[in-house]
């Protein structure tokens, strides 16, 4: 089975409800997404979020193929 794993400028992510966010800041383990539909969901979302917001979008989304 292949999962996904959100990037932000090629460092590990995670999105945690409102937007993509650095996995390390917070110190909690990345979460898998089952495909890349969910993947570009979410980054869509945290890209509509933070510009409601008034906050610069970041700079590149991105993905790792996860395969245990």
């Known amino acids: 089975m292949v999962f996904y794993i959100h990037t932000l400028n090629n ?3 995670w999105f945690d409800g ?3 966010v ?3 800041k917070f110190g909690n ?3 898998l997404c089952r495909d890349l539909k969910q993947i570009r969901s ?3 979302a945290s ?3 933070r510009g409601s917001r008034g906050l ?3 700079d590149k989304y991105g993905y790792f ?3 245990p």
């Open 11 to 13: 460092r590990p992510a």
């Open 18 to 20: 409102r937007q993509v």
């Open 42 to 44: 979410e980054q869509r």
């Open 56 to 58: 610069k979008d970041h």
């Open 29 to 31: 383990a990345n979460k």
């Open 47 to 49: 890209a509509k979020w």
């Open 22 to 24: 650095y996995a390390a």
């Open 65 to 67: 193929r996860y395969e």
